[in-house]
């Protein structure tokens, strides 16, 4: 007989209650050619969506002559039929009855499982639901119906208050995927990361013990998380112990492997420390000697603050290194630091091209790293012990993606990115968050940071550059312009731009966005919610601004209420402080809010002083550890004719939408 695969065939009421119509796998022994061609006409019945026929088929099919598992097959479907009527009483009926028969069938059957398990659950019939996932086999279910099973399991599990249980539905959900960056793109992860650390310690370990066998790279990562917990509880034997099976178990995933060996390394290798010893690395010498030499100030009277408020105690001494403008010779420097110098922090990074090489080094040694600038790394790849001053990449689209932000704007986005390490950056976290919120990207465009003229971006956003695409329309609005009596009138374009988005996002410096944002204008596309960066924070883009209509950005939250911080800067150096010297200034902030109450001896110790903190503070804003890296906290900010205000977040309703 000819081998026939069935397609599991999911209907819109079916995408989030794991019910499906046919089984799948290999029926040649189980089904006559006859029923699984009368079994097609009812699949086609059903997709049309003439329900009620498909179900007057099935249920005047003769069953005298059918096989165990047609028979079974057949009350499937008059129960998924049923289910899709919200007759749940009959779905169950008929699913239990196709269970009778169907043995012969093993993805059948965990199929059917599957089906009267959410039937229970439409229902309310919350232990019956879970006894009967408990009793399924989800390996004999096709990849996509076996994460619909977990992931009704974890909703059961949950709810019944079986943490266990949810994990294992986690992880399962999530075996398919070998990839960190990938994990931690999934809208289930932050649910992974709060269900396995409400976990007691045994049970953490009898979970991971559970999987030992599978390759998943799950596990790994979490077995690697709770050993690095365990480490800063001070149980380090437990902790080196679970490395070791980390390490021997999951190997093959290259990621696993890397982030156990720098932990290893830094365990073995931790120098002495000098709590009261802090590194600097800015550039002396070279191109970039005058932005050394402005952030130099604002360390000096960081440090001259700080020793002030000791009494008494030993004073913090800082050890002053030239990165010469060079991210090679800046981790040089780092290196120099932690093994001759013995520092606790170091405060470098002043430009990002340096940043990046300083901090990696950093963090080889363990050492809490203060960066003046951002780094253009994923989030993977960063830790609690980096804090980027002007606030990371992170942080900024963590602010834009926040719920008051998606509830005002729009979960409609865009976006327009420079082609650079900087703009990739952006993007690659933009698309990550657009995931797990669930925010549709309409288009994003990249543009040439080397060009002063993006109109030819800005058209292809608006829909604008392809007309073959749109040349019905095109001749219509050339035949109306035609009749226009304002000849004299220069038409730049026919086409109305094409604003499918709620806001669109670009991350360019504000020299790029002088240039890029007019084009929107020139092109018809008024009054759009264009949303920046930080960097718009600027002298250049407020001047321009009248000309600009509204702006907006997410920046600091932040304003110095207190003139005391800016007159004493004034008295001492006789200027007024500007944004490097602020953000230098701040770095000692951070240090003091963590270093001038405490003296660790070792770098663990100070590691797990960090760990500890709920925040930290500075004059330009605030900084939370979630998700293992510190975020700061920004606001959306407005700028209009010059000036700046904090924006009030509200729901946006459908009627005040903009649309052209």
Known sequence: MKKIIFTIILFAFSSCTGISLLSGGDPSDLYSEKFLTFITSVKDDYKKGQSELALKKLKSYQTETLLPTEKALRRNLIGVINFGGKDYEQAIYNFEMALSSSRLDKNLTAQIHLNLASSYYKMGYLDRAFSTLSIAEFRNLEPAESKKFHKLNFNIANELENPSSAMRSLIWYLSSIDSLSALKSEVMYEKLMGSFFQLEEKQKRRLLQEFEDEPILVVGYLGYLEAEKLYYKGKKEDAKDLLEWVEDRYSSFQEVSLLVANFKFRLENFTKMNPHSIGVILPRTGDKVEFGKRALIGIDNGIRELNNKLKGKPPFEIFVKDSEGSGVVGAYRVKELVEKNYVSVIIGGLFSSEATKEYLEARKHGVFFISLSQIYLPKEEKNHLLLEIPG????????????????????????????????????????????????????????????????????????????????????????????????????????????????????????????????????????????????????????????????????????????????????????????????????????????????????????????????????????????????????????????????????????TKSTL
Do not use: C
């Not at 602010?399 to 005002?408: G, Q, R, T, V, Y």
């Not at 226009?484 to 360019?508: C, G, H, M």
């Not at 911080?565 to 003091?592: C, G, Q, T």
């Open 392 to 655: 990371s990449v992170e942080s900024l689209i963590d602010n834009l993606f926040s719920e008051d932000m998606l509830a005002h704007f729009g979960k409609n986005a865009a976006a327009i990115y420079p082609d650079s390490e900087r703009g990739r950056a952006y993007i690659d976290e933009f698309w990550r968050k657009a995931k797990i919120h669930d925010v549709k990207v309409t288009n994003v465009k990249t543009y040439d940071k080397s060009k002063t003229d993006h109109r030819d971006t800005i058209q292809k956003l608006l829909g604008l550059k392809y007309k073959r695409e749109r040349e019905e329309e095109l001749s219509i609005m050339e035949d109306i312009h035609s009749l226009e009596k304002n000849y004299s009138t220069r038409r730049i374009q026919n086409l109305k731009p094409i604003i499918d988005f709620d806001w669109v996002f670009i991350p360019a410096f504000p020299n790029e966005a002088l240039q890029i944002i007019p084009s929107f204008t020139y092109f018809d596309a008024f009054n759009l919610n264009i949303i920046g960066g930080p960097s718009w924070r600027s002298q250049a883009l407020s001047r321009e601004s009248y000309k600009l209509g509204s702006l907006y950005f997410v920046g600091d939250d932040f304003s110095i209420k207190d003139n005391t911080f800016v007159n004493n800067f004034i008295d001492r150096y006789k200027m007024k402080p500007r944004l490097i010297e602020m953000r230098a200034y701040d770095a000692f902030k951070v240090i003091s809010s963590v270093l001038s109450d405490n003296s660790p001896e070792t770098r663990d110790e100070l590691e797990m002083l960090i760990r500890n903190k709920e925040n930290l503070t500075g004059i330009t804003g605030t900084w939370f550890l979630n998700d293992g890296v510190w975020l700061k906290k920004m606001v959306p900010l407005k700028l209009r004719r010059g000036k700046i205000e904090q924006v009030t977040l509200e729901a946006k309703s459908e009627e």
